[in-house]
């Protein structure tokens, strides 16, 4: 039987930054995910867990802890942008590597920040900058993967160039999945209108790694009428603990479980900011509904 093994991230005690005093503390997180449950985690923003491997090797092991995915993120379309793009990937990737890691979780930079809401460029890529973006992509995870061993996982988020489920399908006919494959974000493909189902019927061969999360559609209209960014959304709710969201979870596992593979899928509620108590209770409670959704192939070791 194939298995969806089920672990948490970061972002679900609300850190999106290395290094923010008003974050979670790394080791109240490492804590607090091994207390509710789960035993894969991911690298969160590069910096925020320690960067050394064997410090960071040793705060796992003593926690019961495994890592699933480093997490980096790409603006590809640019003129002159490889370099640095690959600077982060190559930090991401190595430290991934040396601590049992196997992927690598690539989202594309925002449009406008996610913070004030400033149009940082243009929210419609051009042809040319269509295929910079997907064959920059194809030339990293060739490299991640030759040089490092991890896979790289490609996460549609909203307020990207890559975010609707048309824009998804663009990225996978422009993409190799020998070199890259995809993220299904549930939470950031139901925010920006898709089919997570959809997508996985129709592109099954491609869904390489889950981000498991759901979106309140009361917030989710407010949103939409007031072209709200994505931090505001946050701020006000739009992701939140199941099943008291969209997508229902039930049939989009029953979904994954059809496609007969072994993949892991991240509970990632953004939460960004958060109080420091409210993160532990969540986790707990969405661990114990996941578990009770009747697939399974729903794992959590």
């Not at 999106?16 to 979670?24: I, K, M, N, S």
């Not at 190559?90 to 930079?109: C, F, M, S």
């Not at 490609?154 to 307020?159: C, G």
């Not at 309140?216 to 709710?237: I, N, Q, S, T, Y």
Request: glycine share 8%.
């Amino acid at each position: 039987m194939s298995r969806i093994l089920v672990g948490s991230a970061p972002d679900s005690w609300g850190v999106w930054f290395p290094d923010d005093p008003g974050q979670t503390p790394y080791t109240r997180f490492l804590d607090e995910v091994a207390a509710s449950g789960y035993q894969w985690i991911e690298l969160g923003p590069y910096g925020y867990l320690p960067t050394d491997p064997e410090r960071l090797t040793d705060e796992l092991a003593s926690r019961g802890l495994k890592l699933s995915a480093g997490t980096v993120f790409e603006h590809l379309h640019q003129d002159e942008s490889w370099d640095a793009v690959w600077s982060q990937i190559e930090d991401v990737a190595k430290l991934t590597a040396a601590v049992g890691g196997r992927h690598v979780v690539v989202i594309p930079e925002m449009w406008r920040d996610p913070a004030t809401g400033a149009v940082l460029e243009d929210r419609t890529l051009t042809p040319e900058q269509w295929k910079r973006k997907t064959d920059g992509m194809n030339r990293l995870g060739k490299a991640m993967f030759e040089q490092y061993g991890v896979r790289a996982q490609y996460h549609p988020h909203a307020d990207s160039h890559v975010d609707t489920e048309e824009h998804v399908y663009r990225f996978l006919d422009g993409t190799d999945a020998e070199s890259v494959n995809l993220c299904l974000d549930t939470g950031h493909i139901s925010y920006c209108g898709g089919d997570n189902i959809a997508i996985i019927e129709r592109a099954p061969e491609r869904i390489g790694y889950l981000h498991l999360k759901q979106v309140d559609p009361a917030v989710m209209a407010k949103v939409d009428a007031d072209d709200l960014p994505f931090g505001e959304a946050v701020r006000l709710g739009a992701m939140t603990e199941p099943p008291r969201g969209i997508p229902d979870m039930p049939p989009l596992l029953a979904a994954v479980e059809r496609l007969g593979v072994d993949v892991f899928a991240i509970v990632e509620q953004d939460m960004y900011p958060c109080a420091p108590d409210a993160p532990l209770p969540i986790a707990k409670r969405t661990r114990n509904y996941l578990g009770s959704c009747g697939i399974p192939s729903v794992r959590f070791n």
